[in-house]
């Protein structure tokens, strides 16, 4: 995925600090083709289900885009409510979800989520704003809207698996996965690595895809990659194409009993003052 610093992709809206996505925002076509290529085989939903089921329960999914996993939940929660920071995204997403009485979709940050206090039973995030520090602030505020005994999911790429995470590292030299893993554990979040099968429609749907998540040298040396493992030729276009996507799922649950002021496990890295480094944004 294409992943920019803070200070380069940030901008303000509203008074407060938004990241752009640099796939979904500018090349939501192209991002749709990778939804439908990721987790062919649900292992990421298996997991998050082994967590905690959510039928019958009320769900925010926090950085929906245009809304492509709220059906899913949908389908057994009692509620939906999906959060987006981009008006573009939300409109798509409202149109996605327009006959689902159970969902709505709503602007607004993961740092100051317009949703009152102790709403939620689940809070899940899929490669949305909680990269590792910095993401402090969204954290607070899925704390705040989870009830007690609620389960915040955050499902990220994991940097440290082949491929893919190699060649997210070749465009992100400096970026740190144990320091990542860390910062989740410090938060109190378990983490389960999960390695996924993405399956493309044919060779040009891959291409595209993974123009749209690296720069353009790296996303040629991955394209050459996958071709050689699926042993497609350049003149083919017609074979299904197969890539293997290693993800990390952190869990936390939000505790039931008193928890005394200043003590959260969502303010640890607060009180540690804790460096912010460079927050990746993917949608």
């Known amino acids: 995925m294409r992943w920019f610093p803070r ?119 899929r490669t949305a704003y909680f990269f590792g520090p910095g993401c402090e602030p969204g954290l607070r505020e899925a704390e705040r809207v989870l009830r007690p005994g609620g389960l915040m999911m955050i499902v990220d790429l994991d940097v ?48 595209a895809v993974l123009k749209i998540e690296f720069s353009a040298p790296v996303a040629a040396k991955a394209i050459a990659e996958v071709r050689r493992l699926n042993e497609v030729s350049s003149a083919s276009g017609e074979k299904q194409v197969t890539l293997p996507v290693g993800y990390r799922v952190h869990t936390r649950t939000k505790p039931t009993g008193l928890v005394v002021p200043g003590h959260s496990v969502s303010s640890a890295d607060a009180a540690s003052g804790v460096a912010s480094s460079a927050s990746p944004r993917m949608p």
């Open 7 to 125: 200070a380069v992709s940030s901008f303000r809206r509203g008074g407060e600090e938004v990241l752009p996505s640099p796939n979904i925002w500018y090349y939501q076509k192209a991002y749709e083709v990778e939804n439908r290529a990721q987790d062919v085989d649900d292992d990421i939903w298996r997991v998050l289900a082994g967590y905690r089921e959510w039928s019958g329960a009320d769900v925010l999914d926090i950085g929906c885009g245009d809304g492509f996993h709220l059906p899913r939940f949908a389908a057994t929660a009692r509620s939906v409510v999906g959060i987006e920071p981009h008006e573009p995204l939300v409109r798509d997403a409202r149109d996605r979800v327009a006959e689902l009485r159970n969902v709505e979709v709503r602007q607004g940050r993961a740092q100051r989520l317009p949703l009152p206090d102790a709403a939620f039973d689940v809070v899940h995030a």
């Open 160 to 207: 440290a698996s082949e491929p893919y995470g190699r060649w997210m590292r070749l465009d992100l030299p400096h970026y740190d996965p144990p320091g990542v893993e860390k910062f989740f554990a410090r938060q109190g979040f378990d983490c389960r690595k999960v390695m996924t099968r993405w399956l493309f429609e044919d060779a040009a749907a891959m291409e």
